[in-house]
């Protein structure tokens, strides 16, 4: 369940992007490959019919084109596209960002001389590295900043760049190594999977580059380019600019990229860095599981068994995953190779009232549940699932909806007409037919006002 | 407090419809390269013309998700040939993400002969993303080699020159290959969402009619839409075969604009179509081709044991399938010319259609 996540946060952090920054965005068509990639289904079909029809798209035709109970995926997926500034709207009908309409069409047929897919080196490397070398190097950098967060002594503390983006995310806070000590945000960023975890990370770090006075835009391109990347093949400095070179140093300290030495004119993408803008275990076969191998491996080893009576055992001697397991379940006894403990109300309230949330702790014992959990359908015994999301509805008594309320209609019919409408693009929060009034969420609430001049006071 | 409870909760369940929305699709894509049959098709539209834009609509549906796959098959007038992904050549061993050979291998691979790779000035081109470049590389190549070594005599069938091509073969090439990516796939995992699409240029099929409708009905069973972009004449099996499997159909009234048909049509996937209007045909042609001399009929003779189709009652007196020998009487009946008969009850058996009521006469009747 982390995509959805990671994909609204990356979302939202372009929506929030002011337009002139977005559409210089779109001048490497690897980004607007990579944005693309992250529109809904629906918002990809539109930008696909208008990529080469040369004529603007009726509005109307839309209309037609959508079923008529899908009318909110429709209506999402317009928004969207209009909070990226992809399309341009005048007298009803839709037509694509130039920019974005050219990078995109460039992407798909190769037309490109922007090399924004990377320069892969044309010289042979004296120190050749293999994919098994870089996966090692990939996870002994991520486990050792994990470690770090936990608290486990290794020896070993990250470079200064890290820590200090660790403090920036409000990870961790203290002023010296020494002193860190990790947050309840840690704690949640601990239970995501690895990848969700690197989105994280990079989109603080983008947030923190604009402190630094990098170019947000040139920081994008180069993480889009990444995902891009192949990897093992390693690729030449020659086309990065100088805000990306200081970028690759940052980067190699979270392992995503591997330099053998700074001095060096090529650098090589790890597993964490192709996988980036991928669904990691979106797809399990045979082919596509290397893709998410890393996140893969902890699941071939998975060493957590939940019992019905709430028992956990966890066969396991890392302090790290001892750690997370600390942080919702009760322990009890710990052996040379695994741990013992029980779930309790407490424990879970616990974990709750440090915001980790319910679905976070299930996907975590799905994901590293033990092998011998995995014949079992369902996975997780549900008495146990339930009663963690009990515990959960237990503290969440009220929900916050920020929105609108429309009341005094002057007639029973207006107030059908308009609430139907809000009902049709999904947008109603709540209602009292027989007071005529309804509450409508912030994001829906300027199709309501544009209906409502359109309709009603444009008809009188 | 009903909101909880297992059955909604447990996360294999509880979000399938939202896994639904975000599994990748696997299209197959079958390119009928029948040379008559896109010679017939010029000018309004080229081969080389089609692949452009078949190979642009290919490189979209894998913009569409990280994890979508496609194959491409050519069917060809005597032959069927795998365009992408090719077992053997570099194309496919650089492309883990779409051979279903074990990735490690096929990396490791990559490494050793990566240098010769970077050799080749186009693989090394940094002007497009690396899976479409190995996808569209592999097809054309692949695609000069087969019309290269296509030669007269392959156009030629029992001696006559036709336009057909092996559809059958090419749609029971791809099931197969969508069998083995999706069938490796264990119940807890999240399946591929697989779907064939078929460019069509020949209109005559008929021939080929028993093992396409064995294809259509594996197909449906397999629950893979098979969608068809007709260009020149409507086939009649084709029509059938969309039908069947809820594909979309469509026939290009203006082949040259192609692009846009692929993009609008055929580029939703499964998930995404419930939510549109498809293009399907008002009108599908059912009819059936008879077993004896693959005509295609409108009326004809069905045995009433094994329900094969005749244009005409067999010669020898049995039926070819399944050797069930007929009453000659009833034979010599069918044979009959219709009798222009005086009074007001005309009495005409030859002309049956398909099956009849049981009380009726039966248009074959079994031998002791």
Redesign the interface.
């Known amino acids: 369940m982390s995509i959805p996540r990671f994909r609204t946060s990356i979302n939202d952090y372009l929506e929030g992007l002011p337009e002139p920054v977005l559409i210089r965005l779109y001048y490497s068509p690897a980004t607007c490959l990579a944005i693309f990639r992250l529109l809904p289904a629906m918002a990809q079909l539109f930008i696909m019919t208008m990529l080469f029809n040369d004529k603007p798209l009726a509005a109307t035709d839309l209309n037609d084109w959508v079923q008529d109970g899908s009318t909110p995926k429709q209506y999402e997926a317009l928004e969207k596209l209009r909070g990226m500034h992809l399309i341009k709207e005048s007298q009803g009908t839709l037509s694509l960002q130039k920019t974005f309409r050219a990078g995109l069409r460039n992407a798909l047929t190769g037309g490109d001389h922007n090399n924004s897919f990377g320069i892969p080196c044309n010289t042979e490397d004296k120190h050749r590295v293999d994919i098994k070398f870089l996966d090692e190097h990939a996870n002994n950098q991520w486990e050792l900043i994990l470690h770090f967060m936990v608290g486990t002594d290794t020896g070993k503390v990250p470079n200064n760049g890290v820590l200090s983006l660790l403090r920036h995310s409000g990870l961790m806070e203290g002023s010296t190594p020494s002193n860190m000590r990790i947050t309840n945000a840690g704690f949640q960023f601990l239970l995501q999977d690895v990848n969700a975890q690197i989105w994280t990370l990079l989109l603080q770090y983008l947030n923190m580059s604009e402190d630094l006075q990098m170019d947000a835009v040139e920081v994008l391109h180069f993480l889009f380019m990444l995902g891009s990347l192949e990897l093992g093949q390693d690729y030449t400095l020659v086309a990065l600019s100088p805000t990306q070179k200081i970028m690759l140093d940052d980067l190699r300290d979270y392992g995503i990229v591997y330099q053998r030495k700074s001095s060096s004119r090529r650098f090589y993408p790890t597993r964490l860095a192709t996988t980036l803008t991928s669904d990691t275990g979106a797809l399990l076969t045979a082919s596509a599981s290397m893709d998410s191998a890393i996140s893969q491996k902890e699941r071939e080893t998975g060493f957590v068994i939940l019992e019905t009576n709430f028992k956990v055992y966890a066969y396991t001697d890392s302090p790290l995953q001892i750690a997370v397991l600390n942080l919702f379940v009760h322990l009890k006894s710990r052996f040379v190779n695994m741990v013992a403990g029980q779930i309790s109300r407490e424990s879970v309230r616990k974990a709750l009232s440090n915001g980790i949330t319910a679905d976070q702790i299930i996907t975590y014992l799905t994901v590293h549940a033990h092998p011998q959990m995995r014949k079992s359908i369902p996975l997780l015994p549900p008495t146990v699932v339930d009663q963690i999301r009990l515990w959960q509805l237990e503290m969440e008594r009220m929900k916050i909806v920020e929105g609108y309320l429309y009341s005094d209609f002057s007639s029973k019919n207006e107030y059908d007409i308009i609430a139907g409408y809000a009902h049709d693009l999904g947008v109603m929060a709540w209602e009292k037919p027989n007071k005529r009034m309804f509450f409508v969420t912030k994001e829906g609430n300027q199709q309501i006002v544009d209906f409502v001049r359109r309709k009603v006071h444009g008809g009188v | 407090?009903n909101a909880?409870?297992?059955?909604s909760?447990?996360?294999?369940?509880g979000?399938a419809s939202?896994l639904e929305?975000?599994?990748?699709s696997l299209l197959v894509l079958i390119l009928d390269t029948s040379p008559l049959g896109w010679g017939a098709q010029s000018p309004p539209i080229s081969l080389h013309d089609a692949v452009a834009s078949l190979l642009?609509f290919v490189?979209?549906h894998l913009?569409?998700?990280?994890?979508n796959e496609a194959a491409v098959i050519a069917s060809h007038t005597n032959c069927i040939k795998y365009l992408y992904p090719v077992a053997g050549e570099d194309y496919g061993a650089?492309a883990?993400?779409?051979?279903?050979?074990?990735?490690?291998e096929s990396?490791?691979e990559?490494?050793t002969n990566?240098?010769s790779n970077?050799d080749n000035g186009t693989l090394?081109?940094?002007?497009?993303?690396?899976q479409?470049?190995v996808v569209?590389e592999s097809v054309m190549k692949q695609l000069d080699l087969l019309l290269l070594g296509t030669s007269a005599s392959d156009i030629e069938h029992n001696g006559t020159i036709s336009d057909t091509t092996l559809i059958s073969g090419a749609l029971s090439t791809a099931l197969a290959y969508i069998n083995r990516?999706v069938g490796?796939?264990?119940?807890?995992?999240?399946k591929?969402r697989a779907r064939i699409m078929v460019v069509s240029v020949c209109s005559d099929l008929a021939s080929q009619y028993v093992p396409i409708m064995n294809c259509i009905f594996a197909a449906q069973k397999m629950k893979v839409p098979i969608d068809i972009c007709k260009i020149g004449n409507d086939t009649v099996f084709l029509q059938q075969a969309a039908d069947t499997t809820g594909g979309v159909y469509m026939h290009l009234e203006h082949p040259r604009g192609m692009?846009?048909y692929l993009?609008?049509a055929f580029?939703?996937?499964r998930?995404?179509r419930?939510?549109?209007?498809i293009p399907t045909q008002s009108s599908i042609d059912f009819r059936a081709a008879c077993f004896c001399h693959n005509r295609i009929v409108d009326i004809g003779y069905v045995c009433n044991i094994c329900l094969s189709i005749y244009c005409q009652p067999p010669a020898d007196g049995s039926c070819a399938i399944c050797d069930t020998i007929f009453d000659p009487k009833e034979l010599a009946d069918l044979l009959k010319k219709p009798v222009v008969v005086t009074t007001n009850v005309p009495k005409n058996k030859a002309k049956k259609k398909k099956k009849k009521d049981s009380d009726a006469t039966p248009n074959f009747t079994p031998g002791p």
Not at chain 2, 21 to 24: D, K, Q, S, T
Not at chain 2, 184 to 190: H, I, R
């Open positions: 407090m909880v409870d297992g059955s909760h447990v996360p294999q369940v979000f939202e929305e975000e599994l990748p642009i490189n979209s913009a569409l998700n990280h994890s650089s883990p993400k779409s051979t279903a050979t074990s990735g490690t990396s490791e990559m490494i990566g240098q970077g090394n081109d940094a002007s497009m993303y690396r479409f470049r569209n990516l490796g796939v264990n119940d807890n995992g999240p591929v692009i846009q993009m609008t580029l939703p996937d998930a995404l419930k939510h549109l209007v």
